[in-house]
């Protein structure tokens, strides 16, 4: 079920079988959806253009323009160009899914669908459309700023820019998994986004830039909050702890996550002594990003010892 800001959220469903409209249109709007539809590309592009919507579900084999034609016109159009695509296609190929990236699209979904499946992916793409959105809303005011004070806030308007492209990054994500999908938009936002936000909000914001910052922070939870139960439930680690656990996996030294957290070496080195601590690791020679890939290959389900 979409959370209650997307209830109003209309998405275009494109299919040249009736009944695909109808069971696809009676299953959205179940769950708190607006639905349009159309019959072929033409008439899908001719809607897109009257009427933007927020999402577009796409078949790919249509008399006329197929699914692959219309998200390629879509992607070429910078008015049109950020509404998310998932495509719905009896074709299990890769190829035909690699094809259906390259051309724009944000998901692949095969026939025949699962109506959680379908729900869950459009829930979770809106979610990432609207952060993206408050995040561009953000750059602009920041914009703003830097062209009213001085230009040492110019460096505060390139970091949220680098912001907005991570998270457009994360947005284009193209795992077919959900799970790997959750991991993934996890690992892009602790690594990229929140090191970003915190370094502005240390340089002071406008009363109307904190009020948009709180607001994306918290879009942001609302995509964390399922997924980093592990590592902070089960052993105690802080957000702090979290985050850097994400790099560490990643292989990064402690030269290089102290540069992107802006932390000292000494800094980081205690909060591994801190993680080692919390894991069990102590006393034991055992490799601290080893144990914590262990974790994550077995769910963190097993002992660090284990």
């Given at each position: 079920?979409?959370?209650?800001?997307d209830a109003?959220?209309?998405?275009?469903?494109v299919d040249?079988?009736v009944?695909?409209l109808q069971v696809?249109?009676?299953m959205l709007?179940?769950?708190g959806y607006k639905?349009a539809?159309?019959?072929?590309?033409?008439?899908?592009?001719v809607?897109?253009?009257r009427?933007k919507?927020?999402l577009?579900?796409l078949?790919?084999?249509m008399p006329g323009?197929?699914?692959f034609?219309v998200?390629?016109r879509l992607?070429e159009?910078?008015?049109?160009?950020?509404i998310?695509?998932i495509f719905?296609?009896?074709?299990?190929?890769?190829?035909?899914k690699?094809r259906?990236?390259k051309?724009?699209g944000?998901?692949?979904?095969?026939k025949?669908?699962?109506r959680?499946?379908?729900v869950?992916?459009?829930?979770?793409?809106?979610?990432?459309?609207?952060?993206?959105?408050m995040?561009q809303t953000?750059n602009?005011?920041?914009?703003q700023?830097?062209?009213e004070?001085?230009?040492?806030?110019?460096?505060?308007n390139?970091?949220l820019e680098?912001?907005n492209?991570?998270l457009r990054?994360?947005?284009?994500q193209?795992?077919?998994?959900?799970g790997?999908?959750?991991?993934?938009?996890v690992?892009?936002l602790?690594?990229?986004?929140?090191p970003?936000?915190?370094q502005?909000?240390?340089e002071?914001?406008?009363?109307r830039q904190?009020?948009?910052m709180g607001?994306?922070?918290?879009s942001?939870?609302?995509?964390l909050?399922p997924?980093q139960?592990?590592?902070?439930?089960?052993?105690?680690f802080?957000?702090?702890?979290?985050?850097?656990?994400e790099?560490?996996?990643?292989g990064?030294?402690?030269?290089?996550i102290?540069s992107?957290?802006?932390?000292?070496?000494r800094?980081i080195?205690?909060h591994?002594n801190n993680m080692?601590r919390?894991l069990g690791?102590?006393?034991t020679?055992?490799?601290l990003?080893?144990?914590?890939?262990d974790?994550e290959?077995?769910?963190?389900?097993?002992?660090p010892?284990?």
């Amino acid at each position: 079920m979409p959370a209650e800001t997307d209830a109003a959220s209309l998405i275009l469903i494109v299919d040249d079988s009736v009944t695909n409209l109808q069971v696809l249109g009676s299953m959205l709007r179940d769950n708190g959806y607006k639905t349009a539809v159309a019959e072929d590309g033409e008439a899908a592009l001719v809607f897109v253009r009257r009427r933007k919507p927020d999402l577009i579900l796409l078949d790919i084999a249509m008399p006329g323009l197929d699914g692959f034609e219309v998200c390629a016109r879509l992607t070429e159009d910078p008015d049109l160009a950020s509404i998310p695509v998932i495509f719905l296609s009896v074709r299990t190929e890769t190829s035909e899914k690699v094809r259906a990236f390259k051309c724009g699209g944000v998901d692949y979904i095969t026939k025949p669908f699962q109506r959680e499946e379908v729900v869950a992916r459009i829930d979770a793409h809106l979610q990432l459309q609207k952060t993206k959105k408050m995040l561009q809303t953000a750059n602009e005011a920041l914009e703003q700023r830097v062209k009213e004070r001085t230009s040492e806030l110019m460096a505060s308007n390139a970091k949220l820019e680098e912001a907005n492209i991570a998270l457009r990054v994360l947005l284009e994500q193209k795992d077919e998994s959900r799970g790997i999908m959750q991991e993934t938009m996890v690992s892009n936002l602790q690594q990229s986004v929140l090191p970003l936000l915190a370094q502005l909000e240390s340089e002071g914001l406008t009363a109307r830039q904190a009020t948009w910052m709180g607001m994306i922070r918290a879009s942001i939870e609302k995509i964390l909050s399922p997924a980093q139960k592990g590592l902070t439930q089960q052993y105690g680690f802080t957000s702090t702890e979290t985050q850097l656990a994400e790099l560490i996996k990643q292989g990064l030294s402690t030269k290089e996550i102290a540069s992107m957290l802006k932390l000292s070496k000494r800094t980081i080195d205690t909060h591994r002594n801190n993680m080692r601590r919390k894991l069990g690791l102590a006393n034991t020679s055992r490799n601290l990003r080893a144990c914590l890939l262990d974790l994550e290959s077995a769910g963190d389900a097993g002992s660090p010892g284990a």
